[in-house]
């Protein structure tokens, strides 16, 4: 759940924002065509931003769960070219180490909230949460350890990508395909199928949504 929004009244240049989790909107940024979410169920102003705001996160971090589906492909296709246990376990290592030093630094910019968008994602790309990578390339512990740091940030590394049973889900399924097909980001198939036609009218009751 994005957080509480936070009117600003007019600045300098007669301009009003609000702000959610940080980020700042500007009021004509917002001024949408009517957008549904819900059968019956308008979006009103502020569900407008929250959706921009969802759109920006969702935009900024599919990329790094993009990558981690084909990193984790790439090692599994090597391995399975492997006989020796020590080889593999040699490979995992060097995978492992490019991995942490090509998402730590960036990873650490991310917001709560970007966080457990990216491990929604990262579900939705790979078939498995976050939880279950770690555990697979990891230690158990080092899985327990870092699922119960990231719930003191109010994050869960087994949060599953659900969009027919979570609203929010759907919204981040649908800003993704649009971005598929205005060639804003380049699509990558999800692990499991999805599908969306079926979603935009169990959500909406329409054959088109926010546009």
């Known amino acids: 759940m994005l957080g509480q929004i936070e009117p600003i009244i007019k600045d300098s240049t007669a301009v009003e924002y609000y702000v959610i989790d940080g980020d700042s909107v500007a009021i004509p940024v917002i001024e949408l065509r009517e957008v549904v979410i819900n059968k019956n169920k308008n979006f009103d102003k502020e569900a407008r931003i929250r959706y921009l705001i969802l759109k ?108 027919a049973t979570e609203s929010e889900d759907f919204l981040i399924e649908d800003i993704l395909q649009k971005a598929f097909r205005s060639g804003q980001l380049v699509p990558q198939e999800p692990a499991f199928a999805i599908d969306y036609q079926k979603l935009r009218e169990q959500w909406t009751g329409k054959t088109t949504v926010l546009n």
């Open 56 to 163: 920006r996160k969702t935009l900024k971090v599919y990329p790094y769960a993009k990558l981690a589906a084909e990193r984790l492909v790439t090692l599994n296709e090597r391995l399975a070219t492997l006989e020796k246990k020590s080889d593999k376990r040699a490979y995992a290592k060097i995978i492992h180490k490019y991995l942490e030093e090509e998402f730590a630094a960036e990873l650490k910019k991310l917001t709560r909230t970007e966080g457990q968008i990216l491990v929604k994602l990262i579900h939705r790309q790979t078939g498995k949460t976050t939880f279950q990578l770690i555990k697979e390339l990891r230690s158990g512990w080092r899985a327990f350890w870092f699922n119960n740091t990231a719930r003191l940030f109010d994050i869960s590394l087994k949060k599953e990508f659900e969009p």
